[in-house]
């Protein structure tokens, strides 16, 4: 039996409108080459001007990962001699990065039935600030490169050995992702290169310490995390019951085969020969430079799920589903204060608007392609969801009609309670009305009320025929009559013979 270590080393896409050295536009998508400038191709005789957004948006992932910030910070050039670097080095941090000793706590599931929960702390060693290189495209033969890349500002989280296996690996990605979603600094999209991680993993005989690490480079999913760590963590155990070595080298994730393959031997910090960025002066955080950073901190999503289960009485797995996304949760609580103005009681309203959101909502969403941080989109505001859920938590309009008029909402793009008026759908509350009702359905099924009363109470079958003349008497109404009332109704026919 053997002790695993996981460290990991998170690159995420800053979104700053320009380069992190240079003026040039900061996009994904546009065509190759476009987004280019001596700067950042690395021309003789340029020189290089730090975007302070890129400063500022790092040390907001840093203060949020629980990092100090250092009184001074600077630069060093890293050589790296790859046809996506032009200028053959890359500027980065090394001696004084932005952000240093954090942790982070992670606390619940991986992303996959069957994963175990989850309840630790990860040290937090750095988050470093650099430029990231360019894209090399190959194509049989020939390989492309596109600079556009080169020069976007690059925040690297790395974090100490403190992980175990991919299931604790995937649930930093994923509380990571939702964190820097919710700052605004990061769109996440792993699949567009924004959010890419490399993974460190060890193992060794419990109480010996690290073994030998091998570093997986590029994976784009957290669910590759998780893959490529377990097979890698049980690749080298058969290693070490056979009798050999694991060899310090860098390696790929195939994703086709499910299994990581050799690339290269493990380049450590005196290969890439860092030495001072002479271009750029040290950088001390002032006073003005460090409340910027704290006023543009927002509750964090793991803290801002225990508030919502706390305050509004959801289930953990409901507040986690909703503060999914940032807006998301703002819509939540906006309209559950827009319910609790209407008279509903807060925990009653949340529990309804939560359910609408995870069940209808979401629906919704997935069937007009809206993703769930666009949910402003949505026609169904806050206000108009607030007020479709006063109306059926009050008894002003049945779960039926209720659905109608969230429909008829979505596409009209109007307000449900001016559609609830105009197209009678209010509910039926008057006992007098409802017995009519219940009367006229006595007499078109004469033969289910007769069956109904001759078999005996509590059966099987009687439960069945109550049923069916109930919904009889909701179909007769519209769907309007209050179901409790017309239930009671055909309940006391049915006694009377």
């Known amino acids: 039996m053997y002790q695993s270590f996981i460290g990991l080393e998170v690159h995420i896409h800053l979104l700053t409108k320009t380069k992190v050295f240079c003026g040039c536009r900061s996009a994904f998508g546009d065509e190759p080459n476009a987004n280019v400038c001596p700067v950042c191709m690395g021309y003789p005789g340029v020189l290089p001007s730090l975007n302070i957004e890129a400063m500022r948006m790092g040390c907001m992932v840093a203060r949020s990962l629980n990092c100090r910030i250092p009184e001074k910070t600077w630069f060093e050039r890293k050589q790296y001699f790859y046809p996506d670097m032009p200028k053959n080095y890359q500027i980065s941090q090394f001696a004084s990065p932005l952000g240093q000793e954090g942790f982070v706590e992670l606390e619940g599931r991986g992303r996959h039935p069957g994963s175990r929960p989850v309840k630790k702390r990860v040290r937090i060693k750095e988050c470093h600030l650099e430029e990231d290189a360019g894209k090399m495209i190959h194509t049989g033969a020939v390989s492309l490169l596109d600079y556009n890349r080169a020069g976007v500002s690059l925040l690297e989280i790395v974090t100490e050995p403190d992980m175990e296996n991919g299931d604790e690996a995937e649930l930093f990605i994923h509380q990571l992702r939702r964190m820097v979603r919710y700052l605004g600094v990061c769109d996440g999209n792993m699949e567009e290169g924004s959010l890419r991680a490399d993974a460190n993993v060890s193992i060794n005989f419990p109480g010996r310490g690290l073994g030998k690490k091998v570093e997986i480079k590029n994976l784009n999913s957290s669910r590759f995390v998780r893959l490529a760590l377990d097979y890698e963590i049980k690749r080298q155990g058969e290693l070490l019951d056979a009798g050999k070595t694991v060899i310090q080298e860098t390696r790929l994730w195939n994703e086709n085969r499910d299994e990581t393959m050799p690339m290269r031997q493990k380049e450590n910090a005196q290969d890439y020969r860092y030495f001072p960025e002479p271009d750029l002066p040290v950088f001390v955080p002032g006073e003005a430079f460090l409340k910027s950073v704290e006023d543009a901190l927002v509750e964090l999503p793991q803290v801002r799920v225990r508030r919502l289960a706390e305050d509004y009485g959801l289930t953990g797995e409901q507040a986690d589903l909703i503060c999914e996304e940032k807006a998301q949760a703002d819509y939540f609580e906006e309209a559950a204060a827009e319910a609790v103005k209407r008279g509903l009681e807060k925990r009653t309203a949340a529990g309804r608007i939560a359910n609408f959101l995870l069940t209808g909502i979401k629906h919704i969403l ?69 017995a009519e009702a219940v009367k006229a359905v006595a007499a078109a099924e004469a033969g289910a009320v007769a069956e109904a009363r001759q078999t005996a109470a509590g059966d099987k079958r009687r439960r069945t025929l109550t049923a069916f003349l109930v919904g009889k008497v909701l179909s007769a109404t519209g769907g309007r009559a209050e179901a409790k009332l017309a239930r009671t109704q055909v309940e006391a026919l049915i006694q009377q013979g």
């Open 366 to 434: 997935n069937r007009e392609g809206i993703p769930a941080h666009q949910i402003g989109q949505l026609k169904l505001t806050p206000r108009r969801l607030a007020a479709l859920t006063a109306a059926l938590v009050l008894g002003q309009v049945s779960g039926r009609n209720g659905k109608e008029a969230l429909e008829a909402a979505l596409a009209e793009d109007r307000d449900p309670e001016e559609l609830i008026r105009e197209r009678g759908w209010e509910q039926i509350t008057d006992p007098a009305k409802i």
